[in-house]
Antibody, heavy 122, light 108 residues
Framework: EVQLLESGGGLVQPGGSLRLSCAAS????????MSWVRQAPGKGLEWVSG????????YYADSVKGRFTISRDSSKNSVYLQMNSLRAEDTAAYFC???????????????WGQGTLVTVSS | EIVLTQSPATLSLSPGERATLSCRAS??????LAWYQQKPGQTPRLLIY???NRATGIPARFSGSGSGTDFTLTISSLEPEDFAVYYC??????????FGGGTKVEIE
């Protein structure tokens, strides 16, 4: 079965760190660019970060640049999001996502994980 | 950054009616625009890509049109399962990839 499974969310204090993981299965992971998209409670979707299939190119939203780092380990079919200096406004469900299976572009997202909730609060 | 503005914020319609959702881009995105459907407690589902191409498995009642800065998602005849929030997203000029704020289609 083709799927993405996130883990690593939780409650963290402002200024703290958290590392999210996303495990892929059912497809050739190394061929696919990956992204993280977040959704604050009751709000819309916000793209956070993306990573090329090779891992050589990384991209970030301005809101997280310098604080978050995306990476991947193709031997583990996994992508990660290291989140440092967390703020209350980072509170959201974080989804890993990819595309290209239904649309021809890695950046139209046709495969989503179920999400992991990050809460930044004291 | 390309800003996508969706309208209306909420659309109140009855099953069987036609729904017309709008997405306006702050800059020309050509046809590099997608539409998603999200139901409560679920992840988004890709409906349309490149402005007018239906993703695999998406019913024919969903159609997309437009280019440049103005785009439309049309649901020709609403089914009960179509009541949800819809988002547009561009991949023309990025980073960042950007999403619109969403249109909620609710039962009148």
């Amino acid at each position: 079965e083709v799927q993405l499974l996130e883990s690593g969310g939780g409650l963290v204090q402002p200024g703290g760190s958290l590392r999210l993981s996303c495990a892929a299965s059912g497809f050739t992971f190394s061929n696919y660019a990956m992204s993280w998209v977040r959704q604050a409670p009751g709000k819309g979707l916000e793209w956070v970060s993306g990573l090329s299939g090779s891992g050589g190119y990384t991209y970030y939203a301005d809101s997280v640049k310098g604080r978050f780092t995306i990476s991947r380990d193709s031997s583990k079919n996994s992508v990660y999001l290291q989140m440092n200096s967390l703020r209350a406004e980072d509170t959201a469900a974080y989804f890993c996502a990819t595309g290209g299976r239904l649309s021809g572009s890695y950046y139209y997202f046709d495969l989503w994980g179920q999400g992991t909730l990050v809460t930044v609060s004291s | 950054e390309i800003v996508l503005t969706q309208s209306p914020a909420t659309l109140s319609l009855s099953p069987g009616e036609r729904a017309t959702l709008s997405c306006r881009a702050s800059q020309n995105v050509s046809t590099y625009l997608a539409w998603y459907q999200q139901k409560p407690g679920q992840t988004p589902r890709l409906l349309i890509y490149d402005a007018s191409n239906r993703a695999t498995g998406i019913p024919a009642r969903f159609s997309g049109s437009g280019s440049g800065t103005d785009f439309t998602l049309t649901i020709s005849s609403l089914e009960p399962e179509d009541f949800a929030v819809y988002y547009c997203q561009q991949r023309s000029n990025w980073p960042p990839l950007t999403f619109g704020g969403g249109t909620k289609v609710e039962i009148e």
